[in-house]
């Protein structure tokens, strides 16, 4: 069965921290993806990545970053976490034309 | 601007009561259109994907449909294990790999 796995599904972290949210895709898809999903705001695209090293900025990038070192690994980076940043992150895969498959989340609290 | 609207946010249903599920979108062109059911604490699920008016898809008790402004998705005698928020999502063109989702309705049976 295809997967995408987040490495933590629960995080707690202090104001200014550098986090790191890992996620892994066995599926060889191209396009990766996070977004994160707060109440009565749905999901909103932070940043996604079409290729190897390639990254573009979605609705929301300010306070993110990402990397993509290797085709299964799209890395989402919090340079100094805000208690704003408070939420559920979700990775994402899917090939060209084809719907997402998430991963099953990483709930992140900032304190 | 590409929009997507999702009613009603919440629904109670009795088990066995059928009902329906709406999501409506304004975008340019549509690409393709999405359901997704999401268990709390875990990543959306994948249900269907509709690609032009008039197209139907089924899936055990569900079924959806698309028109050129909205979807329904149709829930027949709902059982409690369908409990759960759904949530669609609209790919227009041109918008390469970005995806529009709405907010969700949250679906609760009751037995």
């Known amino acids: 069965d295809v997967k995408v796995t987040q490495s933590s599904r629960y995080l707690v972290k202090r104001t200014g921290e550098k986090v790191f949210l890992e996620c892994v895709q066995d599926?060889?898809?191209?396009?990766m993806f996070w977004y994160r999903q707060d109440p009565g705001l749905g999901l909103r695209l932070i940043y996604f990545?079409?290729?190897?090293?390639?990254?573009e900025k979605g609705d929301i990038p300010e306070g993110y970053s990402v990397s993509r070192e290797k085709k299964e690994r799209f890395s989402l980076i919090l340079e100094s976490a805000s208690t704003n940043q408070t939420s559920m992150y979700l990775c994402?895969?899917?090939?060209?034309?084809?719907?997402?498959?998430f991963g099953s989340g990483t709930r992140l609290t900032v304190v | 601007e590409d929009q997507v609207t999702q009613s009603p946010e919440a629904l109670r249903l009795q088990e066995g009561e059928s009902s329906s599920l709406n999501c409506s979108y304004t975008v340019s062109g549509l690409r393709g259109l999405f359901w997704y059911r999401q268990d709390p604490g875990k990543g959306p699920e994948f249900l269907f994907t509709l690609y032009s008016a008039g197209e139907e898809k089924e899936k055990e008790r569900l079924k959806a449909t698309l028109t050129k402004k909205e979807s329904f998705l149709h829930i027949t005698a709902p059982k409690p294990e369908d409990s759960a928020t759904y949530l669609c999502a609209v790919q227009a063109q041109g918008t390469g790999n970005q995806f529009y989702f709405g907010t969700g309705t949250s679906l609760t049976v009751i037995p």
């Open positions: 994402a895969s899917r090939r060209t034309v084809y719907g997402y498959t």
């Open positions: 599926m060889d898809h191209e396009n």
């Open positions: 990545s079409y290729d190897v090293k390639m990254k």
